[in-house]
Nanobody, 121 residues
Framework: QVQLVESGGGLVQAGGSLRLSCAAS????????MGWYRQAPGKRRELVAR???????NYAESVKGRFTISRDNAKNTVTLQMNSLASEDTAVYYC???????????????WGQGTQVTVSS
């Protein structure tokens, strides 16, 4: 069993900041990519940012320069620092981890329960 527990969502005014955290626990053999996705009402879930176990990152164009993703490999945690938030960032944010649970190293995606981020204009 693998669990991803998120924290840090909430309500913030436009221009403000929020910090999302996610901790992976359970039967983790190796942890590959960790990331954050978001889904706004009526829209598809989209990638926000991801980071691999070597520290390489990818960001959605819409968040570049405003959001920063980081991870702690020793603690199996990933953090998303969100600055200069805008109303378009309002969505449910989901933590994602691609990992294997045994020596076969078969990678599989796991998801957190989601945390609401609401930016008021």
């Amino acid at each position: 069993q693998v669990q991803l527990v998120e924290s840090g969502g909430g309500l913030v005014q436009a221009g403000g900041s929020l910090r999302l955290s996610c901790a992976a626990s359970g039967s983790i053999y190796s942890l590959d990519v960790m990331g954050w996705y978001r889904q706004a009402p009526g829209k598809r879930r989209e990638l926000v940012a991801r980071i691999d176990n070597g520290g390489a990152t990818n960001y959605a164009e819409s968040v570049k320069g405003r959001f920063t993703i980081s991870r702690d490999n020793a603690k199996n945690t990933v953090t998303l620092q969100m600055n200069s938030l805008a109303s378009e960032d309002t969505a449910v944010y989901y933590c994602n981890a691609r990992l294997s649970t045994d020596w076969r190293r078969l990678l599989r995606d796991y998801w957190g329960q989601g945390t609401q981020v609401t930016v008021s204009s």
